[in-house]
């Protein structure tokens, strides 16, 4: 049996060089090509990387490749998994797993007819900073989780991103883009969802583009941008969830969870690491020793030196499809994820409480010896 997966890359846009950037520092894993409806977007990533760039149907008919990673716009990531399984690849899928809960529904009846994995983003619940929070919670280190506080806000993609107008179309917006980060790693540390409640507002109908070859031009507006929901959830905990891309500057801390013995206070889980800071009642206490591999900094930002390990979680796949386990980032969960985020949207929509109809597991701790095998030595 193979140990290293082939795996194909279908859309070529800003996120993909991420991954690519990233996924030559783990195991089990190796890029065959990359693909894109536009045929010049595959060429210029291939020739950067030095992969090679193929047609989508090209790519889904090679035999080296084992594994579809599906970096599509959001409202394409249904079309393109289906027709990776169709052609008997497993499926690693960019957030939002899906924008349909039975779209998500109907890859995972796929899937399973046909023997083959799902997986879906974000990943960096695997790093170093949410799996340290994960073992304190599940050491009881702050009692039981009554309630719990999330902000992500800032004023939106239009400023930096030179193409933003899919974040603010359908399976955009900051519940389904931002959002996945902070639900997917509420479920991993307090288990899933039973219902929510919520409000939205759109603000703005339009947005003006602040850099690249569109400066200038404006944007239609067609979801909310700003959301409040309260997740409460099986555990009973109570956790308040604020998205926004309506707001300029605010001093909130991104997560913070509250119980009977303390509080933990978790960074941004849109990044792989960040100060973990718990309190025995008021008082801060002192952090077990964590040695793991996916929390020193390794690339350089504007802002200093960050944690990026993105692609863990396809490598954790490859290695589960390998070792015959269930993988972290796995399709129950991305589905629960994406359950939960449009169930919230649908709260805000209808004004009333909506359950939310699936569940999953929690997704299985990863310390650091186990991060350390996804690594190249």
Request: glycine letters at 10%; aromatic letters at 6%; charged letters at 20%.
């Amino acid at each position: 049996m193979k140990t290293v997966l082939g795996v194909g890359l279908i859309g070529c846009g800003n996120i993909s060089a991420a991954y690519l950037a990233r996924a030559k520092t783990f195991e089990n894993i190796t890029f065959v090509g990359v693909a894109d409806m536009d045929e010049a977007a595959a060429e210029a990533r291939g020739a950067e990387f030095g992969i090679k760039a193929m047609s989508p149907e090209a790519l889904l008919a090679d035999p080296d490749v084992d594994i579809i990673l599906n970096l599509t716009p959001p409202a394409a990531h249904f079309p393109v998994s289906k027709m990776a399984l169709e052609a008997g690849k497993h499926v690693y899928c960019e957030k939002p797993f899906v924008v349909d809960v039975d779209e998500g529904k109907a890859l995972m009846q796929l899937a399973e007819a046909r023997g083959l994995r799902v997986g879906s983003a974000p990943d960096t619940i695997l790093g170093a900073s949410h799996q340290l929070a994960r073992h304190l919670i599940d050491d009881n280190a702050i009692g039981t989780i009554t309630s719990g506080t999330c902000f992500v806000m800032n004023h939106g993609m239009e400023e930096w991103h030179p193409a933003p107008d899919f974040f603010f179309r359908k399976g955009g917006g900051p519940i389904l883009d931002l959002g996945p980060y902070y639900v997917a790693n509420l479920v991993q540390l307090l288990g899933p969802v039973a219902r929510v409640s919520a409000e939205a507002a759109m603000p703005e109908n339009s947005r003006r583009i602040g850099s690249g070859p569109r400066t200038g031009e404006t944007v239609p507006v067609e979801v909310a941008t700003t959301v409040q929901a309260i997740l409460t959830f099986e555990s009973g905990a109570l956790v308040t969830l604020v998205t926004s891309w309506d707001v300029w500057q605010h001093n909130l801390a991104p997560m913070a969870l509250y119980g009977s013995e303390g509080t933990i206070h978790i960074p941004n889980p849109n990044f792989f690491d960040g100060p973990v800071v718990v309190t025995r009642k008021r008082d801060i206490a002192e952090l077990p020793h964590w040695d793991h591999p996916l929390g020193p900094p390794n690339r350089t930002v504007s802002s200093g030196e960050v944690a990026d390990y993105r692609t863990a979680g396809l490598a954790d796949m490859a290695q589960a499809i390998v070792e015959g386990r269930e993988h972290r980032c796995n399709g129950e969960y991305a589905l629960h994820v994406v359950d939960v985020l449009t169930a919230i949207l649908r709260a805000a929509e209808e004004q009333r409480s909506i359950k939310v109809s699936t569940r999953c597991r929690r997704p299985e701790a990863l310390d650091g010896p186990q991060a350390g095998r996804l690594l190249k030595a």
